[in-house]
């Protein structure tokens, strides 16, 4: 298995502008997680889902982020529209729903840098 | 409201010393412990995960141990290396059912050659 895949690994984009984080779970894992990374905050968990629908969007900051899952393979973290305050790594992680064995496994993250 | 959180922030120390990073909890009703270890400007790679049935998980030169009770967890890197600096991170799953995952702020190691 190729692991967590996220997309783009780097994006650059002006205040204002609609960014949208791309992400690919590992085949038969059930939970996929959304977390942010910045130096103040350390990692923050934005929203998760359990079999594509979210469970807990607690995390996410404001009406500005969104997060799909339209289907076991795919899920994307929106942010409309971007401020520099958004700047930070986000990540992508999954996990079985197995009892005991829910070891999460994160992508490589998307560097996000508001101008 | 869970809270997670290690000490030292960052830790120096010269190869080949065994050294312990803290990781402590503020609810003990958790599923499971899971350690990670962190480089710089990459993904977090899964150490060790703990059932909160279980005392302590090994893996090679690394020991993880938990005491729900107390809230708090450690993990032990034996004869340390240079090629172990990173940051390493712990974080607590909540009761079953949820899968989610309160990570702390992490232990910056630096191991000398």
């Known amino acids: 298995d190729a692991g967590v895949i996220q997309s783009p690994r780097h994006e650059v984009t002006e205040m204002g502008q609609e960014v949208t984080l791309r992400c690919k779970p590992i085949s038969g894992h059930n939970s996929l997680f959304w977390y942010r990374q910045t130096m103040m905050r350390g990692l923050e968990l934005l929203i998760y889902?359990?079999?594509?629908?979210?469970?807990?969007d607690s995390g996410m900051p404001e009406d500005r982020f969104s997060a799909k899952m339209p289907n076991a393979s795919f899920s994307t973290l929106k942010i409309q529209p971007s401020e520099p305050r958004d700047s930070a790594v986000y990540f992508c992680a999954s996990s079985p729903q197995v009892t005991g064995a829910n070891v999460l496994t994160f992508g490589a993250g998307s560097r996000l840098t508001v101008l | 409201k869970q809270e997670v959180t290690q000490i030292p922030a960052a830790l120096s120390v010269p190869e080949g010393e065994n050294l312990v990073l803290n990781c402590s909890f503020t609810?003990?009703?958790?599923?499971?412990l899971q350690w990670f270890r962190q480089d710089p400007g990459k993904g977090l790679t899964s150490l060790l995960l703990i059932q909160s049935s279980q005392r302590e998980q090994t893996s090679g030169r690394l020991n993880a141990s938990l005491d729900k009770s107390s809230g708090r967890s450690t993990l032990y890197i034996a004869a340390s290396q240079p090629g172990d600096s990173a940051t390493y991170l712990c974080?607590?799953?909540?009761?079953?059912?949820?899968?989610?995952?309160?990570f702390g702020t992490g232990t910056r190691l630096k191991v000398l050659a």
């Open positions: 609810d003990s009703a958790i599923y499971n």
């Open positions: 889902f359990n079999n594509n629908v979210p469970i807990d």
């Open positions: 974080a607590v799953s909540l009761t079953s059912g949820t899968y989610k995952y309160i």
